[in-house]
C-alpha cells in the first residue's frame, strides 16, 4: 500500500535549482538522512513510466529540498509553475531498489 510522502503544486522558485517541501510533509517517512536537520541523502525515485532517478534531498531547519538532480528531472519531464508533484513511498514494484515513486500531473 502506497503511503504518500507529500502533494504539492509547484510554485515559481520549484522551477529553478531545487524543489521545496512544506515543514509539515511527512519526512520520518525519508531515509535517515534526509529527515535529520542539516543532513543530505540520495532518494532513488521511480517516475510513472518506470524511470529511476536518483535526487538529493537535504532537511534544512524542516524544510525538505530536492536539489541534485532535480533540474534535470524538472527539465525532462517539462515540469511548469501549477503542475503537482506527488511524492510517495511504495513497495519495490520494479526490482530496481526504489522505494519512492514520483508522479507529475497537470492542473
Known sequence: MATIFEDKRVEKSDTENRMRFPS???I???PFACSNNGQSGK???IDEKGFQWTLTCRNQNGMI???DGWREFRKE???RVGHRITLYK???SFGSGAKYKIMVTEN
Do not use: S
Open 77 to 79: 519531464k517539462r515540469i
Open 90 to 92: 511504495d513497495g519495490d
Open 43 to 45: 532518494l532513488p525515485v
Open 65 to 67: 529540498y530536492f536539489t
Open 24 to 26: 509539515n510533509a511527512n
Open 28 to 30: 520520518e517517512d525519508l
